[in-house]
């Protein structure tokens, strides 16, 4: 998996490597970093040899970057114009000893070093549409908040032209105007086509908007030592890779039977939302549980009898929803039950939130819960504490701001935080899904985002599957941990997601469409390689 830091980790991460044991000159790791933006950039565009290249260099170290960069095209035959947008007093000792080098170059026709507060904006715009590259070496890591007003003109220059002449840009560890730990962007933040990041991810590079912004993402070590890149930080976050859950979806046993995979029971469905049941019992089945047991309300199961044979559908109660009479009939249902997924489709009533606090407290196996079972859990973090089971919980933003009490907005602008605070508090693993969907595990210590799903998944029904798929996945042989569990659902699901909208389109397709992708993701062998580390727990 990708371990993702904030711009202060990594600054940590360049004080040690420097400063600390390994001593290694910051001129040296600054000269890496310019040589790998040459290096990936030749990879994808081909040679450098008789191109144009416009560099943008700030008052900081990504500037120093970008003078590095400057001196390696050259190298290779390209024609560079640098435009310096800071004092060079104001340059670390560095980046002075890099522009120095540049400026000793300066009578060579291949080298264009100007300072950019001398030039007229017609000028600029003329010589970014003859270029063939633009590189941002502006801010990097450094931006929080807004752009200031002449790099927020600068910006709008460049986005404009580069969109215009179709330009590609590339950025220097992060683009202009984009929030390395958040995402978070100016209105005019640049745009790159490619981001080459040094040392290790960035959060923000995983995170809207700055997912879109950042382009494709290569990383470069640069030479830093691996034990420093590696080191586990307090506040750890990961992005899931394929690789992540190859150990969870591990290969079935020619002697296995359906009793060795697992029971999964849903507790869900009322007479206005029928379907959730369905595609939740759905959602289980073809993420590989052994048998499904549906517990749906007696007033409408009988409609669902038959539809999906390999469901076993067992009518409870006597109403269109479930109330605390029918838990007894419930727990008949489930007692042998390896997972449970609980709430899609319940409904609100206020006696449908007592039944579900009763198996909340008479559950004798792990719990997913969702939708309306968590509607029903507002104000009841003593009672989920109590709860003698793991829990994971899967809400989207609004349900998770009506269980937290957190703004709408605030989640959105910077969830992870609040996220932990949750998972701590409630003593629970919270999946909140969304773009991208985090899992973070219910010490609140690891976080984890996921990588795959696309916007054709923002469907009703979609996160009724999931439930299923979350439980089936709990429920398996080799009892995977809940934040295993979680991750593994959730990773497969988006990979599922991404296949219907290579096979339908871009959005169209159903939840029980996405299911019956699931078996085939694993089918085509994409799952193949163990994980490496263990950090998933």
């Not at 215009?164 to 790159?192: C, F, N, R, Y």
């Not at 819960?369 to 973090?381: R, V």
């Amino acid at each position: 998996m990708k371990k993702l830091n904030t711009a202060a980790q990594m600054k940590a991460i360049d004080r040690e490597a420097m400063q600390g044991r390994y001593q290694i000159p910051p001129t040296v790791l600054m000269e890496n970093a310019g040589h790998a933006v040459v290096t990936h950039g030749m990879q994808v565009w081909g040679p450098w040899q008789g191109k144009r290249v416009i560099i943008f260099c700030g008052a900081g170290n990504n500037g120093g970057d970008g003078f590095v960069i400057a001196r390696h095209l050259m190298a290779q035959g390209a024609k560079v114009y640098v435009y310096i947008c800071g004092e060079e007093s104001a340059y670390s000792e560095e980046s002075r000893i890099h522009l120095r080098t540049l400026q000793a170059m300066q009578d060579d026709p291949l080298c264009h070093l100007q300072y950019l507060s001398s030039l007229a904006e017609p000028v600029v715009r003329r010589r970014i549409a003859h270029s063939h590259m633009i590189i941002d070496a502006l801010i990097g890591t450094g931006f929080h908040g807004m752009l200031r007003p002449k790099m927020r003109a600068l910006a709008q220059i460049i986005n404009a032209v580069a969109h215009e002449a179709k330009i590609p840009v590339i950025a220097v560890d992060m683009p202009t105007g984009v929030d390395a730990d958040t995402g978070a962007s100016d209105k005019d933040a640049i745009h790159a086509m490619m981001t080459v990041t040094f040392g290790v991810h960035k959060r923000g590079q995983f995170i809207y908007p700055g997912k879109e912004l950042v382009g494709k993402v290569v990383l470069d070590t640069i030479g830093m030592p691996m034990p420093l890149l590696r080191k586990e930080e307090n506040d750890c976050m990961y992005a899931l890779e394929l690789a992540d859950i190859a150990e969870i979806m591990t290969k079935r046993s020619p002697t296995s039977h359906k009793g060795t995979h697992g029971t999964v029971g849903i507790i869900a469905g009322s007479a206005t939302m029928l379907g959730a049941a369905l595609m939740a019992a759905q959602g289980a089945v073809r993420a590989g549980a052994g048998k499904v047991r549906a517990m749906i309300p007696s007033v409408v199961a009988t409609h669902t009898m038959g539809l999906y044979p390999e469901i076993m559908v067992a009518a409870i109660g006597t109403t269109p929803y479930f109330t605390s009479a029918d838990s007894k009939a419930v727990m008949e249902q489930i007692r042998d039950c390896s997972s449970i997924a609980l709430g899609p489709g319940l409904g609100r009533s206020k006696e449908t939130q007592d039944f579900v606090l009763q198996i909340l407290e008479k559950a004798s196996c792990p719990l997913v819960i969702d939708a309306d079972g968590l509607y029903h859990l507002q104000g009841m973090k003593d009672r989920v504490r109590r709860c003698l089971q793991p829990l994971i919980f899967t809400p989207h933003i609004a349900e998770f701001s009506r269980l937290s009490g957190y703004a709408i907005d605030a989640i959105k602008t910077n969830p992870v935080p609040l996220l932990r605070v949750f998972a701590q508090e409630w003593q629970v693993c919270i999946v909140l899904k969304g773009a991208p969907t985090y899992i973070v595990s219910a010490e609140g210590k690891a976080v984890y985002i996921n990588t795959t799903g696309n916007a054709g998944m923002a469907c009703g029904g979609m996160g009724d599957v999931l439930t299923g798929m979350v439980a089936a996945i709990w429920g398996r042989e080799n009892n995977p941990m809940a934040t295993q569990a979680a991750c593994a659902a959730v990773y497969l699901h988006g990979a599922s997601g991404d296949a219907c909208a290579k096979d339908y389109g871009p959005y169209g397709y159903t939840p029980l469409e996405l299911a019956r992708q699931v078996p085939c993701i694993l089918q085509q062998g994409q799952v193949v390689t163990k994980i490496d580390d263990g950090e998933i727990g």
